[in-house]
């Protein structure tokens, strides 16, 4: 079984709706990320959260929120979608680890915002 | 804040051996990345070396540092089809990491 997991690995929605990506993982890290990739752009950080009681925002969080329901359970939501945040969504998990900051990634979830 | 610069695009014939570079401006930066993302997919760690080495061979890859020039290099001996991906460099020391926008290698048969 893979270590992370992203949930829906495809959604097509409309403008307007509420929209939810999950991402859960087996590997027992503190750490955990969402990027969101567009083609040319590399990736942007979204959100990340350090453990379950820390949230922080990283470059793109406007439009975007998370929950942190457990160590091994990081949720985005898009509250209101819109045609711009179609996207590919990664989500990434690291351990703690002084100087070190080795990511281990989700398969994905194409977004599509019609 | 942290820049990470990185060429988008690389092609070679196969056989060939592709050499993906990538140079960075924070000196603190302490482990230095590289991940692979084949279509379709998410990123898979390729390999990483620490700051205080200057290589690091792994059988086809071979990683150097500069930490004169900030500049990492990534080369792969023998290049196959298989290797056409998008490769991305990523550095850390103040974390969360920080990517390169990523060089698609196209490998041609």
């Known amino acids: 079984d893979a270590d992370v997991t992203q949930t829906p690995r495809n959604r097509i929605t409309k403008t307007g709706k509420r929209i939810m990506l999950e991402c859960s993982q087996t590997?027992?890290?503190?750490?955990m990320y969402w990027y969101r990739q567009d083609p040319g752009l590399g990736l942007q950080l979204i959100y990340y959260s350090f453990d379950v009681k820390d949230i922080n925002k990283g470059e793109i969080s406007d439009g975007y929120s998370v929950s942190r329901q457990a160590q091994a359970k990081f949720s985005l939501s898009l509250e209101s979608a819109i045609p711009n945040q179609t996207a590919l969504y990664f989500c990434?998990?690291?351990?703690?680890?002084?100087?070190?900051?080795?990511?281990?990634f989700g398969p994905g979830t194409r977004l599509t915002v019609l | 804040g942290e820049d990470v610069e990185q060429s988008l695009f690389l092609s070679v014939r196969e056989g060939d051996s592709s050499v993906i570079n990538c140079t960075y401006t924070?000196?603190?930066?302490?482990?230095l990345y590289w991940y692979k993302q084949e279509p379709g997919a998410g990123l898979q760690l390729l390999t990483y070396i620490f700051s205080n080495m200057d290589m690091k061979q792994d059988q086809r890859l071979t990683v150097l540092l500069n930490k004169k020039d900030k500049h990492l290099s990534l080369r792969i001996a023998d290049t196959q089809t298989g290797d056409s991906a998008i490769y991305f460099c990523a550095v850390s020391g103040n974390t969360p990491l920080v990517f390169g926008k990523g060089t698609r290698l196209s490998v041609i048969a």
């Open positions: 990434a998990t690291s351990e703690t680890g002084e100087g070190t900051d080795t990511q281990y």
């Open positions: 924070d000196s603190s930066s302490t482990y």
């Open positions: 590997k027992g890290h503190d750490r």
